[in-house]
T-cell receptor
Framework: AQSVAQPEDQVNVAEGNPLTVKCTYS??????LFWYVQYPNRGLQFLLKYITGDNLVKGSYGFEAEFNKSQTSFHLKKPSALVSDSALYFCAVRDPNFNKFYFGSGTKLNVKP | EAGVAQSPRYKIIEKRQSVAFWCNPISGHATLYWYQQILGQGPKLLIQ????????DSQLPKDRFSAERLKGVDSTLKIQPAKLEDSAVYLCASRLEGQGGGFFGPGTRLTVL
């Protein structure tokens, strides 16, 4: 069965420090992996994706993510966190054979000044 | 480029009443998704359309939920009758063939009393 796991409900980091939000997946074949961000009362906004190619993917707002096939992970990272990065982050995987999206349960990122 | 539009943004109803949500995807996007996002959880796929055909509705509670996309553009999601546990945000997303990720609308927040 396809699944996505975000092991941390919440991540706290001080402004200016690096941040990591973890994601692991279980999917057959070659996955398409995504990160979305959700601000309060807003829809999901696309951050970045991995389809193929370089394992390090750069996305919006200075975020990047590293695809690690052996560890089946796709952790979201940012070298220097901003208070405005505080939001809910969702990892998602798409099964390329059926175009279905599976979302993780979300990780709340709190960046404190 | 206009994004995915949804209406209404908020809806409060009593249990056993009926409700309908509307989604207008990005122009030219053949794939349309409806998701249910319960507070504190990741979005759960309810139904996926490819043009006006249903690709996947395996997680749609068909005894009370229905959805249609008659002309392959706009879509409506209906709940009849609503239950307390249907309180959630209902997200619509669309995707262009060949694109990796989907674009999400702002969602409709449903409260069932």
């Amino acid at each position: 069965a396809q699944s996505v796991a975000q092991p941390e409900d919440q991540v706290n980091v001080a402004e200016g420090n690096p941040l990591t939000v973890k994601c692991t997946y279980s999917v057959s074949g070659n996955p398409y992996l995504f990160w979305y961000v959700q601000y309060p009362n807003r829809g999901l906004q696309f951050l970045l994706k991995y389809i193929t190619g370089d394992n390090l993917v750069k996305g919006s707002y200075g975020f990047e993510a590293e695809f690690n096939k052996s560890q089946t992970s796709f952790h979201l990272k940012k070298p220097s966190a901003l208070v405005s990065d505080s939001a809910l982050y969702f990892c998602a995987v798409r099964d390329p054979n059926f175009n279905k999206f599976y979302f993780g349960s979300g990780t709340k990122l709190n960046v404190k000044p | 480029e206009a994004g995915v539009a949804q209406s209404p943004r908020y809806k409060i109803i009593e249990k056993r009443q009926s409700v309908a949500f509307w989604c207008n995807p990005i122009s030219g996007h053949a794939t349309l998704y409806w998701y249910q996002q319960i507070l504190g959880q990741g979005p759960k796929l309810l139904i996926q359309f490819q043009n006006n055909g249903v690709v996947d509705d395996s997680q749609l509670p068909k005894d009370r939920f229905s959805a249609e996309r008659l002309k392959g553009v706009d879509s409506t999601l209906k709940i009849q009758p609503a239950k307390l546990e249907d309180s959630a945000v209902y997200l619509c997303a669309s995707r262009l063939e060949g694109q990796g990720g989907g674009f999400f609308g702002p969602g409709t927040r449903l409260t069932v009393l």
